[in-house]
Each structure stands twice: as C-alpha cells, then as structure tokens.
C-alpha cells in the first residue's frame, strides 16, 4: 500500500509510527497518489487526515482535515486545511484532529 508512495511520504509515516504506533492506521484511497496519503486511528476511523506533499525539496505538505458527515450523504465532511507546513507541524495538525495527545478524544467539531 505505501510502498509506492513517494520518500517525503514515507518520512511523515515513520516519524508518526515512531510517536504513535498502532494509534494511527493509514488510509490509502489514493493508490496512484504517490505524494497523498490518509491517516486515521483504528478505534476511530470517521476522522481522517489527508496528507499531500505540496514541495518534496522543501519538505512542505498540506492537510485536509475531514469527518464524517452530519448529513450521511457525503463520504466525508471538510473540517479545514492546512497549507505548507513542515513536517513536525504535519504530526501536530493529525495529532490533534486525530485526539492523539488528549486521551484518544478528536478535536472538537467546529460549529457551522
């Protein structure tokens, strides 16, 4: 599944392995994406991040912050995204749309 994904790729799914372990499970709906990867917590898999390498050299990426949805119809609800960040910013955003750093509880919904 990520094998084919692209180096800065890999270095984010290391570094999130490193600090969470199983906490976190990748979601590959993008398989031919080689710079786009998702990640979720297994115990919670309507939260999800998608991750996308925005500058390989740079080391920049963008995150898309999604839930699922109030209405049901969507497979997934925006919550947001996050442009150009580094690395260690990528661990903080999932961490805290994921709830990893608060007991496994995700970051409050905004209020449409």
């Given amino acids: 599944m990520a094998d084919s994904k ?6 984010i799914l290391a570094a999130m392995n490193v600090r969470y372990g199983p906490r976190v499970a990748i979601v590959d709906h993008w398989p031919a994406d080689r710079l786009a990867i ?48 580094d690395m ?3 661990i903080a955003v999932v961490a805290e749309h994921l709830g990893l750093d608060r007991g496994g509880e995700p970051a409050p919904r905004p209020v449409a």
């Fill in 6 to 11: 692209a180096p800065a790729i890999h270095r």
């Fill in 38 to 85: 998702g990640l979720t917590r297994p115990d919670a898999p309507a939260r999800l991040v998608y991750i996308a390498v925005v500058d390989e050299d740079a080391g920049r990426y963008d995150a898309a912050l999604e839930a699922s949805p109030c209405d049901g119809v969507a497979p997934y609800r925006d919550e947001g995204w996050r442009h150009g960040l």
């Fill in 88 to 90: 260690r910013q990528v």
